[in-house]
């Protein structure tokens, strides 16, 4: 088993510019999630979906910051415009359906916006 | 709004010596309380978890201890090695919440040889 996969795993950018990362689930899971790791704030939950359907998108900080999982295996996290607050650590974890199920983490992305 | 408080932040802590992580939590609907590691450059990982059925859950030298009416948890590290040196999240989750998961603020534990 791959474990869940991200992509890149580092990226720099400039301010301003749209930034877009990526994870693919471990096979089967259902349930995928989107956290920021930051020194300030710790570990955030961005986002989750159950069964590909966006369930909880309270903890996206603003309308730059997208999410879309478009099937089973593939989920993007976007930003548009990127800023330098933006940077951070973000990471992808999926799990299995009914909760009380571990959340299997990614390697992470790190975000630079300059 | 945090509903999981963890402290130490940091903690420094002799080879062979016992490392102890505390968290409360202000929900009291919450029911699964699990602890993640996690090391430099590596995501989370599901360390040890428990439900408020129990009061203590040990799997080695990890064991959770859980006081539902004080509404805490605590995260003891026996024997502690240098292999142990990570971040530590305490978590906890509500039935309401679905999957969702609030984290602490996490303890980054030194253990030195």
């Known amino acids: 088993d791959a474990g869940v996969i991200q992509s890149p795993r580092h990226e720099v950018t400039e301010m301003g510019q749209e930034v877009t990362l990526r994870c693919k689930p471990i096979?089967?899971?259902?349930?995928l999630f989107w956290y920021r790791q930051t020194m300030m704030r710790g570990l955030e939950l961005l986002i989750y979906?159950?069964?590909?359907?966006?369930?909880?998108d309270s903890g996206m900080p603003e309308d730059r910051f997208s999410a879309k999982m478009p099937n089973a295996s593939f989920s993007t996290l976007k930003i548009q415009p990127s800023e330098p607050r933006d940077s951070a650590v973000y990471f992808c974890a999926s799990s299995l359906v009914p909760a009380y199920n571990e959340q299997f983490f990614g390697p992470g992305t790190r975000l630079t916006v300059l | 709004q945090q509903q999981v408080k963890q402290s130490p932040q940091s903690l420094i802590v002799q080879k062979g010596g016992i490392s102890i992580i505390n968290c409360a939590y202000e929900?009291?609907?919450?029911?699964?309380f699990p602890w993640y590691q996690q090391f430099p450059g590596k995501g989370p990982a599901l360390l040890i978890a428990?439900?408020?059925?129990?009061s203590e859950k040990k799997e080695g030298r990890f064991t959770i201890s859980f006081n539902k009416s004080a509404k805490q948890f605590s995260l003891h590290i026996m024997d502690s090695q240098p292999g142990d040196s990570a971040t530590y999240f305490c978590a906890a989750r509500g039935e309401a919440a679905g999957n969702k998961l609030t984290f602490g603020g996490g303890t980054r534990v030194l253990v030195k040889p």
């Open positions: 929900n009291t609907a919450f029911d699964y």
């Open positions: 096979s089967g899971h259902n349930s």
């Open positions: 428990i439900r408020p059925d129990v």
């Open positions: 979906f159950n069964n590909n359907v966006p369930i909880d």
